[in-house]
C-alpha cells in the first residue's frame, strides 16, 4: 500500500472527490454559459459560431473535455455510492422527521436534484453535443463557420424542450445553491473572514448562471433574438 | 409560569429487544404539568404503567440538568425536541400544548442498535474515541500552565469543541446518519491545543477509520447537526477535520 493509504475510500476522501469534481464542474458551467451567452450579441449568431468553432477544434479545449466527462462520471458514481451508503447507515426510518426545522430542502435532495439534472444532460448531449462532434451540423454561416446557432433556434422551437430546459435549470440552481458552499465547507476551506464571501459567491453565482442558462431557449422560443 | 394542566396523547417507540421489532403504542396522559421536565413526564407514564402492571417504557437518563449527554429522544421529528440548545431533560411540557400528540422515537441509526425501547446503544461513540481521542501522556510532574502560551480564540474555540457531550443527537438528526459533528469535535479540542499536536495527525486519521468501521454514513453539509446540537457545536470543526486529514494524508510524512 502506498503512503496514500485509504486517502480517497474513507468517508472524508470520497466527499473530496465529490468536492473538487464538483468545483471543477462550476469553473465548466461558467466557460459554457459565456461562450452560449455570445448569442446574446444579437448579429445572427456569427459570434457564437465562432466560439463554437473554436471549441469544437482547438486540441486543449478537446482534451479538456474529456476531462471534463471523467470528472462528471467520477461525480455522479461517487454521489451513487456515498447515497446508498447513506441509506445503509439508517434501516429503519423515523415515523417523524421534521428535515425542515433544522437544514433546507434543497440541501437534503441533492440526490434528487442531481438526478433530475443527469436525466436533463442526456437529451442536452443529444440536442447538442452529438449534433456537433458526429452527426455533424448541416449548414454553414456567413463566415464559413458549422451553424451551431442555427441547430439551436431550430431545436428551441419546440415548447416541451423549452419547459424541460427551464425546469432543469430550476434543478439546476438548488443543486448550486447548496453544492457551492458544501464543496468548499468539505475541501476544509471554512474560515470566518472567508466565509461570508462564498456563500455570497455562491448564491449569486447559483442564480446568475441559472438565470443566463434559461435565458437562451427562452429568448430564441420567443424570437428576441435574431 | 403555567396557566394549568395538560392532557396528552404519546406516540412512543416501543421494542423488547435487538431482535424484535417494534412499534409505536398510544398513551394517554392527563393533568400534566407544564412545569415538568419532558422525562418527568415519563416517569409519570412509567408510574402509571406499573400501577397497572405492564413494562414501563426504558429510556436513557443520567444527571437531568444537560451535562451527561444520557438523554437521547426524537421528538416530533427533532432530537431532544422542539427547542434549540438543549437536551431532553431540560425541555419542559410548557413547549407543548393542552391535547398535543407527541411521538417519541429512539436514535435512528444502523451504528446505534437499539437495545430496548428508547434506549439505544452509543458505544460506538466510545470505540471512536478509544481509537485516537485522547492525548499520550508520559509521567512526571505537569508543567506550569504558563509555559504553554495559548492564545485567547484558539482556546475558547478548543473549549467550544469540548462542550460535547457525545448524545449524538448529530447523528440522530443527519439524513444520512453520520457522526462527523461529533468526531470533529473530539478532534478539534485537542487539535487546537498545543498538548494535542505531537499525535494530531495520527488521531484523525485512526478516528476517521474507527468512524467509518463503525457504519456511520456521509456528511453532506446540510448543517442539520449544528442546528440541533444541545450544546451549539459548530459545522467549522467539521471543515478543520477535513482539513487536518487532507494533511495527514498528503503532506504529512507519517503512515498510520
Known amino acids: ?226 | 409560569m403555567s396557566t394549568g394542566n395538560m392532557n396528552l396523547t404519546l406516540k412512543v417507540w416501543r421494542q423488547k429487544n435487538n431482535k424484535t421489532k417494534g412499534a409505536l403504542v398510544d398513551y394517554k396522559l392527563t393533568d400534566i404539568s407544564p412545569d415538568m421536565s419532558f422525562l418527568e413526564m415519563f416517569d409519570v407514564l412509567n408510574e402509571q404503567l406499573i400501577n397497572k402492571g405492564e413494562e414501563p417504557v426504558v429510556f436513557d437518563h443520567d444527571c437531568r440538568e444537560g451535562i451527561c449527554g444520557m438523554c437521547s429522544m426524537f421528538i416530533n421529528g427533532r432530537p431532544h425536541g422542539p427547542k434549540d440548545l438543549v437536551t431532553t431533560c431540560q425541555l419542559h411540557m410548557r413547549s407543548f400544548k393542552d391535547g398535543d400528540t407527541i411521538v417519541v422515537e429512539p436514535w435512528r441509526a444502523a451504528a446505534f442498535p437499539v437495545v430496548k425501547d428508547l434506549t439505544v446503544d452509543r458505544s460506538a461513540f466510545d470505540r471512536i474515541i478509544a481509537a485516537g481521542g485522547f492525548i499520550s501522556v508520559n509521567t512526571g510532574n505537569a508543567q506550569d500552565a504558563n509555559n504553554l502560551p495559548i492564545p485567547k480564540m484558539q482556546a475558547d474555540a478548543a473549549f467550544e469543541a469540548a462542550a460535547c457531550i457525545g448524545c449524538g443527537a448529530c447523528v440522530a438528526t443527519c439524513k444520512n446518519a453520520s457522526a462527523m459533528l461529533f468526531v470533529s469535535a473530539k478532534i478539534s479540542q485537542l487539535a487546537l491545543l498545543p498538548q494535542g499536536q505531537p499525535e494530531r495527525y495520527r488521531r484523525v486519521q485512526s478516528m476517521v477509520a474507527q468512524m467509518d468501521a463503525e457504519g456511520f454514513g456521509n456528511c453532506t453539509n446540510t448543517g442539520a447537526c449544528e442546528a440541533e446540537c444541545p450544546k451549539g457545536i459548530s459545522l467549522e470543526n467539521i471543515a478543520r477535520m477535513n482539513r487536518d486529514f487532507a494533511s495527514a494524508k498528503f503532506i504529512s510524512e507519517e503512515t498510520v
Open chain 1, 1 to 226: 500500500m502506498s503512503g496514500f493509504g485509504n486517502a480517497f475510500s474513507s468517508s472524508i476522501g470520497k466527499k473530496f472527490i465529490m468536492g473538487i469534481t464538483g468545483l471543477f464542474l462550476i469553473l465548466f458551467l461558467i466557460v459554457h454559459c459565456g461562450i452560449n451567452a455570445l448569442i446574446f450579441i444579437n448579429d445572427g449568431g456569427l459570434t457564437f459560431n465562432i466560439g463554437a468553432h473554436f471549441m469544437a477544434t482547438n486540441w486543449i479545449i478537446r482534451a479538456g473535455e474529456i476531462v471534463l466527462f471523467i470528472g462528471l462520471l467520477a461525480h455522479i458514481f461517487q454521489a451513487l455510492r456515498l447515497t446508498l451508503q447513506n441509506q445503509k447507515a439508517r434501516p429503519v426510518k423515523y415515523a417523524v422527521n421534521n428535515g425542515n426545522a433544522n437544514s433546507k430542502w434543497y440541501s437534503r435532495s441533492m440526490g434528487l436534484l442531481g438526478t433530475l439534472l443527469l436525466i436533463f444532460l442526456v437529451v442536452h448531449l443529444k440536442d447538442f453535443w452529438v449534433v456537433s462532434r458526429f452527426t455533424g451540423i448541416p449548414t454553414v454561416d456567413a463566415n464559413g463557420h458549422e451553424d451551431l446557432y442555427a441547430v439551436m433556434k431550430e431545436k428551441f422551437q419546440d415548447p416541451v424542450r423549452l419547459a424541460v430546459y427551464i425546469l432543469a435549470m430550476f434543478s439546476l440552481c438548488y443543486h448550486l445553491l447548496h453544492g457551492f458552499a458544501s464543496a468548499f465547507q468539505t475541501m476544509g476551506w471554512n474560515h470566518s473572514k472567508y466565509n461570508g464571501i462564498i456563500k455570497g459567491a455562491g448564491v449569486w453565482y447559483s442564480i446568475i448562471i441559472s438565470i443566463l442558462f434559461a435565458a437562451m431557449p427562452i429568448a430564441v422560443y420567443f424570437g428576441l433574438i435574431q
